[in-house]
Structure formats: structure tokens, C-alpha cells
């Protein structure tokens, strides 16, 4: 299954390995389709591949951190 999902980073978590250290805790294949980071804030899209509890738990994992998670609702990146 996959899904794809936009993520907001704060200020302080722009400069940490998040997304590597989701998939080291839970075991999902991650593809980072775009990505643009400021010096104020993170913004990536990205696309999921796991069963349906793993990607539970990586959104899970991923807010816990500090990140706005929410599903992607337009294909735009998609080209």
C-alpha cells in the first residue's frame, strides 16, 4: 500500500534526520517526491510503502516528533 502525504517541519527539526529515523523505527520504504526548506520551516511530500499498520505507525511516529502529517490531496508534483 502506499500513500503519499505532506509534511510540515518546524524550525528546530529542519536540521534532524527525521525521516531517515522513521524508517529505521518503522519499517516503511520512503520516497521524498519534492521537498522545499527555508531557514523557518520544512516542507516535503511524501510517498509511504508499507502495510496499513506501518503506515499508521509512521504518521504516528512522525507527529509524536513535532510534524504536521496530513494526507496529499492534489497530484500537482506528479508530472
Same mark, same amino acid.
Given at each position: ?23 529505521? @523505527? ?10 522545499? #526548506? !527555508?531557514?523557518?520551516?520544512? $516542507? ?15 504518521? @504516528? ?10 494526507? #496529499? !490531496?492534489?497530484?500537482?508534483? $506528479?508530472?
Amino acid at each position: 500500500m502506499k500513500q503519499k502525504l505532506d509534511l510540515i517541519f518546524p524550525q528546530g527539526l529542519i536540521k534532524e534526520p527525521v525521516i531517515y529515523d522513521m524508517s529505521r @523505527k518503522v519499517p516503511v520504504v520512503f520516497n521524498i517526491r519534492r521537498a522545499k #526548506v !527555508t531557514d523557518t520551516v520544512g $516542507e516535503i511530500v511524501l510517498e509511504l510503502e508499507g502495510s496499513e499498520p506501518e503506515l499508521a505507525n509512521a504518521k @504516528k511516529w512522525l507527529q509524536a516528533r513535532g510534524v504536521k502529517v496530513e494526507p #496529499v !490531496t492534489h497530484d500537482t508534483f $506528479e508530472s
